[in-house]
Every structure is written in C-alpha cells, then in structure tokens.
C-alpha cells in the first residue's frame, strides 16, 4: 500500500471508530482458538483473537472486551518474566463466556465467593511447567502512567499463577500490581466477581499490592472476589493476599463482599495496611477472614496488620465481617495495630463476628488505641478491644469452623447496630442472599436467613406434660428461667406467664435470680388460654396477679435461705426501658448476705432501668437497703404498683442510689404501704455524689414506718442531690421518731423536695415533715397546720390547711364530703394519655382507677373525688367590684362557683331581690338601668356544703345628654353645593359621628346618606342624635349639535352648527355663546350646557371636513406638419374654460408654425381653479420634388429591356401588358434606377412621385416608345 492508501485508509478507520463510540460501544472478542490477528477488527466471536493484551490496547473508553473460557497468559515467551496484562480506563474486560453469546446477561453464572469461579484464567504460567518458578512476576501490572479509576473494570477471572520473586518492584504484588506512585498518580481499578489464587510474593503482596507512594493514589475497588491460598513468602513477608502502602500517599482499597481465605505471610497473613506519614484505611463489607496465617518467628496479625507509622493512619473500618479461624504465631490472631511513632492505628468495627482467632491473643495494640467495636460479637476471651453494644459468646456461632453461616439462636441474628441500612451494607450478604431478614440486621457477613425465630414464649408452671419448647401454651415451659435463657432471643418480644409461683432456681443457690431482658416485655396473670394480650385478666388495684415470682427456694416459708433477690438486673445487661414486668407478685427476696449486692434489694436489685406494671412487692427484706428495690443508679418506671410489708435497715420499700450517676425512678399510680425501716420507712433516696430524685404522681405512702427517721421518706444529698417531686400524692398515717412522713438532709448536698397537691394527714403533726439544712416546698397542698416547722416552704400558691381529716376514714385515701381537698389542686394541671408526668401533666387517672379531674379542676391527693354531692362550694370568680354606667344600660355581673348543687340569691343593699328571674342565677342580669338602681349587690351562694357570699358588687347611674343635628346651607347636594356642614347642637364634649367615625363636633358631607351623631359627656354617657336624610340633585342638562352638511367645498365654503338644549347658558368650543356658529375650518367642534343647579353636559362632537378637489382636468395635445391648421380640446371641466390665448370655448383651432407651440388652459368652478397644458408638436417638413431624369428603351434583344433614372419614392408605368419590374436600385449617391422588361410594342410611361409624413410631391413622367414586339 502506497503512502497516499495508507493515509486515506487510517483517516478512514479513524472516521469509522469515532461513528461507533457516537452511536454505541464497540465489543471486542478473545478466544484461545481466535484467527484474526488485528485485534482492532475482532468485533464477533467468528473474527474472536487470542491477543486479549492487542484487544484491550484496541478498545476506546466505553468499549468492552469479551473473553470465552480458556487460560491467557502475558506471552508467549517462556523467560519474560517482566510480561504482564494491563487494564484500561474505561474499558470493561469480562471473564467467562462459552464464546456464543450475544447479551452480557447470557454469560455464565460466576460467583466465587461459592465455588463458582470463572472460566476464564489469566495465569503467570508462563513456562508452561504448573510451578510457580520462572512465572510472571505480575500477573497483571498497571503502571502509574495509565492513571486508572474504576472505570477500569476486570470482571470474571481468575488470576493465578503469579510470582514476584525479583528485585524491586518485581517482589510485589504476584497476581496484581497497581502502582500509583508519584504526586498526583492514580491506579484505582474495579475488579469484580474474580479469584486471586495460588499467587505469590517473595517481599509483599501475594495476591495484590497497591502501590499510593509518595502522594499517590491507590484504592481499587474489589466486588464478590476470592482472594486466596496466596502467600507473601518469608518471615518479613507481609500481606499474603494485599498489601496496602501509603507511604506519604494513600492507599485504601474498597471490598465488599469478598473471601479472603488461607492465605499466608510473615505479618498480615491476609492483609498488611502500613501509613508511614499518610494514610492506608481499608474499608471491609460483608467479608469473611478466615484460615489466614501470620507464621514465623515474628508472625503477627493473623488476618490483619495494620501500620500507621511516623504520623501516619492505618484504620480500617470493617462492617458486618466475619474473622473466623484466623492465627498468629506470635501476637494478633486476627488483627495487629501498629502506631509507633506518633502514627495512629484504631480500626473500627460494627456488626462483625470474630471466633476462634486465638482469644485473648485476637487482638495486640502495639502503641495504638487499637479496634473500636460496636454491636459486635467476640469469643469471650478477646481482650483489647473498645466499644459499646457488644456481645460475647462461649460457643460457637457458626454452623461449622469453615463456615461463617450463623447457627439457629446465635447470638448475632438480629443483633447488629438498629440504624444500619441497606445505603451501608448493601442488599445481599456476603452469600448473595438478602442482607435484611428479620427485624433488623445479623452480626457478620452473612444474613441468617429463616424468620422463624420466636417472637413470644409461654410459660406455665402447671405445663408437666411435656418438656416443652416454649412456643405455645400447651408446650409451655414450666419455669421462667427456660424463657429468660433462651437461647434463640435475638427477635424475642414478649414471655406470656400464667398464674402459678415460679423461682429462680430449684436448687438452694441463693445467689441466682431472675433477670429481666433487653426490648422484651414479660406479662404475668395468664390464665393459660389467651391469645392476645387484650384476654388476660385486667389487672385492678388491690387484686393482685395470680403469676409469683418467689425467692422462697430453701425450706418453704424459712426466709433465712430464701433468694438474695428474687430479681436481679445487673448493668451489663443495659436495660432500657424497652424491658417490661407486668402483673407479677414478687415475694420472699431476702438480701441478708455479707455484703453488696446480696445485703442490697431483697425484691429487686436494679442496675438498669426498665418498666414495672401491675406489680405487688410483698414480703421481701433487706439487711442493708432496698427491702423491694434497689436502684443503683437507675431510674425504672413502676405503674400501678403496690410495695407493701416489705422491711430495711434503709428504705423499706424502695432505697435509689445515685452514686456518681442518676436514680430518679418514677412511680406512677403506686402504693407503698405498711413497709418498715430504720431509716425511710417507704423509700431512702441517696445522691451521693449523684442525682436521687424519684417523680412520684398519684401515689399514696401510707402507715410506713422508720424506727428512727423518715417515716415515709428519707431523702439526704450526702454530695449529691436528693430531692424528689411529689403531685397529687397522699402521705398519711406514716411514723417515725423524725420525720413522719419525710426527713430531708442537704449536709454535704441538695434535698430539696417539691409536694404539689398532696395531702399530708396524721403523720406525727410538728414532727411530720423535718429538715436539715433543706427546704420541703409545698404547692397547692392541704396539711395540718402544725405540720409547719423550719424548712417547710408554705409560699407557693394554693397551700390550705385542715384541723379535721380529709380522707373518709383512718385507712382510705378517698376525700371525704365537703372535704377542702377537692377542687383545689394546681389549677394549670391536665391530662395526658402516656408520661412523662409533671406537676401540671398527670395521668387520666388516679390512683384507684377512677378519671383524675371530675371537677372544675382537679383534687388534691392521690384519689379524685367521684361523687358529684358534697363538692364545697368555691367562688372561682368574684363579681366585679363595681360599675359606673349610664341611664338606660343593661348590666349582667356574675360569680363562678365550683362545688355541688349551688343555690344563688342576689341581695341589693342588704335587700334580697325580687321579681326578677336572674336574681336566683349565678348571672344577675339589670335591663334599663335608672339612677334608682344604684347600690351594692353582693350574692349568697348555698348547697350541700356550707354557703360562701361573694364580695359585692357596686352600682351608679349618670343621665344621658341631649343632641340634635342640623345641616347647612341646605340638606341638598348639588352641582353649585357639592358639600354640606352637618352640626351637632348639645353640651357634651366628645363625637363619634355614624359615617366614618369622625370625631368633631361638625361634619363636613358630600355623599347622600342619613347621618346620625353619637355624643358622650364628662360622665362617659352617650346618648344618640336625630338622623337626617342628605339628598342630592345633580342632574346635567340634554344638548347636542347638528348641521345640514359637515364637509366644506368649492360650492359651499362656510356651514353653519345649531345646539339644542334645554339649558340656558351654551359655550362652544369656539368660545361663543350663542345657539348657533359659522364654521369655515375644519375641525372638531362641541358645546357645554350648563344647568341651574350648576351642573354641565358636554354635546355630541361634531367634526367638520372639507373637499375642495376637482374632477381630472385635462387639455389635448396633436403633432402636425408646419402650417397646417389642428384642434385642442380642454376636457372635464365643470365651470369655466380660460385660454391662455384669451378664447374661453372648450376648443379652439390654431395654424402650426414652424417649430413646437404650448397652450394653457384654466377650469374655474367656484372658488376652485385647475390648470392643465397641452402641445402643438410641428412634426416634418413638406416633401421634396420628384425627378426623372431618364428613360430609355433597349430593344437589342427579347424583351426590351426599358431602364428608368430618377429621384423619387416611388415609380409607377402604364402602357401595354406584359411588363415586368425589375430591381429599383441605386446608382451612385444621386439617384435612384429602375428595370423594366417588356415584349410588345408600345408606349410606356414612367411616372416619379416624392412622399413623406407632411405629403407628397408633384409626380414627374416620362414615356418611351417600343418598336418591336417579341415572342
């Protein structure tokens, strides 16, 4: 091919690729039994080649390469070790095709992550002899001079073979080198659904080294990929499957859901992470470490080592992996971190699972902080490793040890972190099923896939029959204890319990108890039938559950081996309130062992919050504190409790310990009743350098005692605070040496207590409430008045105080008739369906069950009165103290009372008023009111309780003052007055007038109406006006103006306008005045009316035009010889015809002269002229005369032939038949020949005649005669 072919045919392929990138990608095919060598041209599998390297090297961003089975290696040259493949931005190289198909989509399945590699192999192999000696150094190798991204891509491979056992950089990265050493480089390639196998290097990265040295850039992004059984030879060997190097650069790679599987190195036996001054943080999703090995002398982090060194950061972040089976010989089975040197290596880990990696060996932190773990479960012997929300198991969570699929009940279904979504871990695991099944996401790579977990459990004590599963009532378990250890409670919600006593042991082990559970609800009281929530016997107060929950495991009805605590909810179990225990008795804890805990909550020991409903303690004790409850800083809910007969040194009832931290439970429709101690009979709250502030709302503490202080409640700072809140609660009945009902101690803290609409009634009167160095408020309260001592605060609003009880007798809570307590509470309190609970927001009931407010507002105390009779009468609002109105005024003043059946009776100045109807209501109502009325008016309210007077009410009445309006000049608008004055003739000072409020005492008016003025006096009295009617007469005049003709012309130059009105006075546009007008303009011509009432109408406009053209003039014009006589003709003109020769007939006749003539002719009609012209063109001269000059006859010969010579312009001859013309020519310049032939005998006569335009010459004759005549 010539130079010329080769230029058109490279322009012309150059044309062809740019049309096919345009108009779609362009797929490039490999096969081992490819024929077509250029790899430009291999766009079928018919034309496939085996140069997959060309193929790529041919391909543009966008296209694909499409390889079929079979194994490709770099060369085809036995000893080039340095031969390697290489990928392309933007170019797509897909593995594994039969080498048929048409559709991506019909590719075979791969899936490595299952045994299911490709088909495809790109293999180091070079020599052919299946070692790894004198292989390829790099399988593949992607220099920093390609600059790759992920839209790189290698999918469907697998990569083997590989040997980097040269010298630098050959001894890195066996399968896959990708180097973006250097500023500014990258190489950050997609690989996806490949294996990494059987691959090696003598120094670093067995299976992938990636190289983002020197502000470089590494991160290749690995999808479903296998990387295994590579190895990093030698005891510095480091990363057997990657090694990741961000040496003053950055190289962080990204996998999600890949294997990383038995491979091996001296450090890293699957990975090495190493930062010297930059950054190598690896980011793991759903991916399994396991069997990898750290081996050696110095083998150290089995599946992980990670370096961040001299200022630089190696921290990994895993999420949702598995590092199972993993090992080190020397430390870090699954993870070393490295941070020497100010450098910094904390991986962070969520929702993984790491068994078996060596235990207390799993993790080593060398100068690191090391892993941060959240929501993550570990053998539970792994040590070195932060967090919160993790667990720990014992066995196994593993279907087997080489397999990460997690077993029915492990520990790590459903136990990830809750706000994990599919935008962080992806929709498959690593199994490629769905990463979510269950109510929320498993711990490690792969999602447990059955929902069959149980979401309630049953137990019944009176379920013998079988061994039970727990999943039914008939297959109950028998003790509680099967339901709370279940194994499989990862989705568990609820524990339904029938009626029947249940322990915590049947052994004599006093240290076991019950144990609440994490976002698990646990009802008692069944009757064993139910099948839903809603069946179960309503709980009601003063009805305990039939379900008991007993510390009574040692000889029945001997305490002195009973449980240490029937519950026992320690802080590892971090409960929320998400734990619930409703309708349960909880009896016979005796927390008398040796110390904290056993000395501590006989009923409960609560290290944790959690929610208690429907609940009886009963019977239990405590040497120490808490006979009930113990709360060590914790705050559980209890509702509709009842804490009774239970016995401490401190708090009976109830003891919050909030050393260091919070104890503030909230106590909610409860009752603590009869329960004893030395110190707070009910309840001890101790800050201690913490918060003990419990929220009790309608509860009732009733006839508890302390053998020394607080009968109630003991409440001491000791560093910290104490100081609980108290609303609508009732303490009564309750004893002690100090402090009755509440002792309160702020040596050394804060005790300040807040009551709000409580009653406090027989507990100890002066010695009921004691303070040291504290203060008791009181808000809206009833108490003895003598319960009044140092430190109680009575100046919060609403306080009473009662000398006889409120309550309906000396054991119940519930208000008495007419007792002070009812209505008198916060009057800001309401309502609320759920907590939290406040001073002014309560629960819809009290503490009996009945609704909370009745009333007008709500009652003090724990129980609301529900009876509608016996409510004292209360004035909620005074009368107001006094009027001053004026004469004719209705006044309506009222009381609003509270209470039973209230009787009104108004009184005016001490006489009760009669003979009217609202004088008996609460709104006395005055009509018409005179200065008669005058006086004060208080009114009587009765009922059942004692009657109330209201504070009276004080009357005087003003006359009204006097006004009359006038108008002026007159009550008529018009066009001459378009305004009137209206004034108000009266002595008072102030005017509010009814047509737009103004305030003088005149009104200036210009619109029809009836007005009306409303005045007021010194007194304030108003008194209202006449109202008259303002009319209005604006009528305008009819005028208009018309003419018998509206054009101007030459006949009629002037017009004249006529206006017809029937007004008397006319202006014309013009100015005059008078009816009618010449007019000789044209123009636009009105006139104006004007009325006797002033008013004015504009007339039609009339528009006068002109026509002063004539019809078309014209003259005519002729062209004629010199001297002869001719016509002109003036035509259309309708008047008179002027000459300019002074003739004035329409036509005139005149002789030409010699040369062009003009005549003007004028057309006068009227005032109108029009000139028109017209021209006497002299056109020729007259003819010369004819000559002949000759005429002669030839008769030599037959015809005789007759010649003529002359000067004429035509010749004619007579004579005898037979002739004929011949040619007329020229002769010379003089004159003119004639031929003729002729052939009888005769004579001939040649006559010459001279024409013209202007006529014809005289003609001229010659004749000849012929002798002879011829055949």
């Known amino acids: ?145 390609l600059s790759l991204t992920n839209t790189a891509v290698l999918d469907g491979f697998v990569i083997t073979g590989g040997n980097a056992s040269g010298t630098s950089p050959n001894n890195f990265g066996g399968g896959v080198y990708n180097t973006g050493f250097g500023s500014g480089q990258v190489c950050s390639p997609g690989f996806r659904n490949c294996s990494l196998v059987g691959n090696s290097a003598s120094s670093q990265g067995g299976g992938m080294f990636n190289d983002g040295r020197s502000n470089g850039r590494s991160n290749p992004v690995l999808t ?24 003053d650069g950055l190289s962080s790679p990204v996998l999600t859901n890949c294997l990383l599987q038995a491979n091996s190195a001296g450090q890293g036996g699957a990975m090495y992470n190493y930062a010297y001054n930059g950054q190598s943080n690896p980011v793991l999703t759903n991916c399994r470490l396991q069997d990898n090995t750290a081996t050696g002398q110095y083998g150290l982090g089995g599946a992980m080592y990670n370096y961040g060194y001299n200022g630089g950061v190696s921290s990994p972040v895993l999420t949702n992996c598995t590092l199972q089976g993993n090992t080190a010989s020397s430390a870090g089975g699954a993870m070393f971190n490295n941070g020497s040197s100010n450098g910094q290596s904390n991986p962070v880990l969520t929702n993984c699972v790491l068994w078996n990696n060596g235990g207390s060996n799993s993790f080593f932190n060398n100068t690191a902080v090391g892993a941060s773990a959240t929501y993550s479960l570990f053998d539970n012997t792994v040590t070195d490793y932060g967090g919160s929300n993790n667990l720990t198991t014992t066995t196994s969570p593993f279907v087997s040890a080489t397999s ?45 896939q059955s929902t069959t977990l149980p979401t309630r459990l049953y137990v019944a004590a009176s379920q013998t029959a079988n061994a039970g599963d727990g999943l039914s009532w008939a297959t109950a378990f028998s003790d509680l204890q099967s339901a709370l250890t279940y194994p499989c409670n990862q989705s568990l919600t609820e524990i339904w319990v029938a009626q029947g006593i249940y322990k915590p042991t049947s052994t004599t082990a006093r240290d076991i108890s019950f144990s609440m559970l994490p976002n698990v609800a646990i009802y008692g009281g069944f009757l064993g039938t139910e099948t839903n929530l809603g069946q179960r016997p309503a709980p009601i107060t003063g009805n305990p559950s039939g379900s008991t929950l007993s510390g009574d495991i040692g000889t029945v009805g001997n305490a002195g081996d ?87 040194n401190f708090g009976g009832a109830m003891f919050n310990y909030g050393t260091d931290g919070v104890a503030s439970p909230g106590l909610t429709n409860c009752l603590l009743q009869g329960n004893s101690a030395n110190f707070g009979g009910a309840m001890f709250n101790y800050g201690t350098n913490g918060i003990a502030n419990p929220g009790l709302t309608n509860c009732l503490l009733q006839g508890n005692s302390a053998l020394l202080q607080g009968g109630a409640m003991y409440n001491q700072g000791a560093g910290g605070i104490a100081s609980p809140v108290l609303t609508n609660c009732s303490l009564q009945s309750n004893s002690a040496q100090t402090g009755g009902a509440m002792i309160s101690n702020g040596n050394n803290g804060i005790s300040n207590p807040v009551l709000t609409g409580c009653v406090l009634w027989n507990n100890g009167g002066s010695n009921s409430l004691s303070n040291d160095l504290a203060t008791t408020r009181l808000r809206y309260s009833l108490f003895e008045p003598e319960s009044v001592t140092a430190g109680v605060d009575i100046t919060g609003p609403g306080n009473l105080t009662t000398t006889i009880s409120p309550f309906v007798s000396a054991t119940s809570v ?47 105390g724990a129980v609301e009165y529900q009876n509608p009779n016996g409510v004292p009468l209360q004035i909620v609002q005074q009368p107001v103290a006094g009027s001053v109105i004026c004469a004719g005024t209705t006044v309506v003043v009222s009381v609003s009372v509270a209470g039973s059946s209230p009787a009104y009776q108004w009184y005016r100045s001490g006489i009760a008023l009669t003979g009217i109807a609202s004088a008996s209501t609460a709104s006395l109502t005055l009509t018409n009111v005179q200065s008669s009325d005058a006086g004060s008016y208080p009114v009587v309210i009765s009922g059942d309780c004692p009657s109330v007077t209201s504070t009276a009410f004080s009357l005087s009445v003003n006359a009204l003052p006097s006004v009359t309006v006038t108008a002026a000049p007159s009550a008529t608008l018009s066009c001459t007055n378009p305004s009137l004055t209206l004034t108000a003739q009266t002595s008072a000072t102030a005017f509010v007038w009814s047509s737009g409020g103004c305030t003088g ?137 002027r000459w300019s020769t002074g003739a004035s007939a329409a036509m005139i006749t005149l002789t030409a002269g010699s040369s062009t003539s003009t005549l003007t002719a004028t057309c006068i009609v009227g005032s109108c002229s029009a000139t028109a012209s017209g021209q006497v063109v002299v056109g020729g001269i007259q003819p010369p005369p004819a000559q002949l000059l000759s005429f002669t006859a030839d008769e030599s010969a037959c015809p005789v032939r007759l010649v003529g010579r002359g000067v004429a312009s035509s010749f004619t001859m007579s004579g005898p038949g037979g002739y004929v013309f011949s040619t007329v020519y020229r002769e010379g310049s003089i004159h003119d020949a004639i031929g003729l032939n002729v052939k009888q005998a005769g004579s001939y006569t040649l006559t010459a005649v001279y024409t013209n335009s202007c006529g014809s010459s005289a003609p001229v004759s010659r004749t000849v005669t012929v002798g002879r005549s011829c055949p």
């Open 1 to 145: 091919m010539n130079t010329s072919i080769r230029i058109l045919a490279t322009g012309l392929l150059c044309c062809l690729l740019s049309t096919n990138w345009a108009f779609g990608q362009i797929t490039r095919y490999v096969s081992t039994t490819g024929i077509t060598p250029a790899t430009s041209a291999t766009t079928s599998w018919a034309t496939s080649t085996t140069d997959l390297q060309g193929a790529i090297n041919a391909s543009q961003p966008g296209d694909q390469v499409w390889v079929a089975a079979g194994v490709y290696k770099p060369t085809s040259i036995t000893n080039n070790q340095g031969a390697s493949f290489a990928m392309k931005n933007g170019v797509a190289i897909y593995g594994g095709f039969k080498g048929n198909e048409t559709l991506l989509s019909q590719r075979p399945p791969i899936n490595p992550i299952a045994n299911n590699p490709s088909s495809s192999t790109l293999s180091g192999d070079i020599d052919n002899d299946g070692t790894l000696a004198n292989n390829s150094y790099h399988v593949i190798f992607n220099p920093a001079s």
């Open 562 to 648: 009973n449980s240490y605590h029937v519950i026992y909810n320690p802080a590892s179990l971090s409960l929320t309130n998400s734990a619930v225990l409703d309708g349960f008795v909880i009896t016979g804890g005796n927390a008398n062992g040796a110390g904290s805990p056993n000395n501590e909550g006989g009923g409960i020991r609560n290290n944790g919050n959690g929610v208690f409903r429907n609940c009886l303690l009963q019977g239990n004790s405590a040497s120490s504190a808490g006979g009930a409850i113990f709360n060590v800083v914790s705050s559980p809910i209890l509702t509709n409790c009842l804490l009774q007969g239970n016995s401490a």
């Open 404 to 448: 990460a699929a997690l077993l029915p009940c492990s520990p790590a279904i459903n136990a990830g972190a809750p706000n994990t979504t599919t935008a962080t871990v992806g929709t498959t695991d690593l199994a490629g099923n769905p990463r979510f099944i269950g109510s929320r996401i498993d711990m490690g790579a792969v999602e447990y």
């Open 1001 to 1137: 005492q005149t009104l200036p008016v210009s619109q029809t109406g009836v007005y009306s003025v409303t005045v007021t006096d010194g007194n304030r009295c108003t008194a209202v006006s006449n109202s008259p009617t303002i009319e209005r007469d604006d009528t305008s005049p009819i005028v208009s103006i018309s003419a018998l003709s509206t054009t101007l012309t030459c006949t009629q130059p002037q017009l004249t306008l006529t206006a017809t009105s029937s007004a008397t006075a006319l202006r014309w546009s013009t100015g005059q005045t008078t009816a009618t007008v010449s007019v000789s303009q044209t123009g636009t011509y009105s006139v104006t009316a004007t009325g006797a009432n002033g008013c004015s109408a504009v007339s039609n406009n009339l528009t006068i035009g002109q026509d002063f053209s004539l019809p078309p003039f014209t003259v005519s014009s002729a062209t004629v010889c010199p001297g002869q006589s001719v016509n002109l003709t003036a035509s259309g003109c309708g008047g008179q015809v």
């Open 224 to 247: 479903n990929c296998r990387l295994q059984d590579n190895i990093a030879t030698g005891q510095f060997g480091q990363g057997g499957a990657m090694y990741n190097n961000g040496t």
């Open 814 to 860: 519930a208000l008495a008739a007419c007792s002070p307590a009812i209505n008198a509470g916060n009057p800001a309190s309401a309502t609320a369906a759920s907590g939290p609970y406040s001073a002014t927001v309560l629960p819809a009931t009290d503490l009996t069950g009945n609704a909370r407010i009745t009333g007008t507002r709500i009652d003090i």
